[in-house]
């Protein structure tokens, strides 16, 4: 299986800051890669597909970039609404595998 | 507007089977890939398998020898059957759709709500 690994596990940040998460595939999944958002209690959404695509209807504050192994999601300025676990999934191969989800806090 | 909506039994005893279907609703449903995946109470998401637009299943070699995926395209419904049931069960199960924009390379954009299944004596 590929193993997906996210860093920081949890980070906390003032609002309006830059946010970044990194995931990292123990081998390469060229760009398919994906990040979901989960907020408390709720199902996760879909906020970006081919690492760098945003689905339907999300705001343009968050961005993929990456390709190969290393992956990243950006918050360009973190409101309240993006409190939220962060994770990323490759559907390169089969299991298709999660990262380990990052906690996004207000500081 | 797309939309996944969920039900099944949310309390088990051990051993028994899980079984959850998830009807879609929006849109056409062939063409797409059908996903289950689950999340322990507090922990990450598990990718459980899918049956994609070929009418091929895939599953989680983890779970194989439990699980049973099928689909049901007059009634535009997907079901998950996860036999012999322990407490690592214990789970919201979600449902979503798997977008094949790249041939096997689909992603997922839509997600039911989850159902809590919770497998205790």
């Known amino acids: 299986d590929i193993q997906m690994t996210q860093s920081p596990s949890s980070l906390s940040a003032s609002v309006g800051d830059r946010v970044t998460i990194t995931c990292r595939a123990s081998q390469g999944i060229s760009n398919y890669l994906a990040w979901f958002q989960q907020k408390p209690g709720k199902a996760p959404k879909s906020l970006i597909y081919g690492a760098s695509s945003l689905q339907s209807g999300v705001p343009s504050k968050f961005s993929g970039s990456g390709s190969g192994t290393d992956f990243t999601l950006t918050i360009s300025s973190l409101q309240s609404e993006d409190v939220a676990a962060y994770y990323c999934?490759?559907?390169?191969?089969?299991?298709?595998?999660f990262g380990q989800g990052t906690k996004v806090e207000i500081k | 507007q797309v939309q996944l909506q969920q039900w099944g039994a949310g309390l088990l005893q051990p051993s028994e089977t899980l079984s959850l279907t998830c009807a879609v609703y929006g849109e056409s449903f062939s063409g797409w890939n059908w996903v289950w995946i689950r999340q322990p109470p507090g922990k990450g998401l598990e990718w459980i398998g899918e049956f994609n637009h070929r009418g091929s299943t895939h599953y989680n070699p983890s779970l194989e020898s439990r699980v049973t995926m099928s689909v049901d395209t007059s009634k535009n419904q997907f079901s998950l059957k996860l036999s012999s049931v322990t407490a690592a069960d214990t789970a919201i199960y979600y449902c979503a759709r798997g977008f094949p924009r790249r041939g096997v390379y689909s992603e997922i954009d839509y997600w039911g709500q989850g159902t809590l299944v919770t497998v205790s004596s």
């Open positions: 999934q490759q559907y390169y191969d089969y299991p298709r595998t």
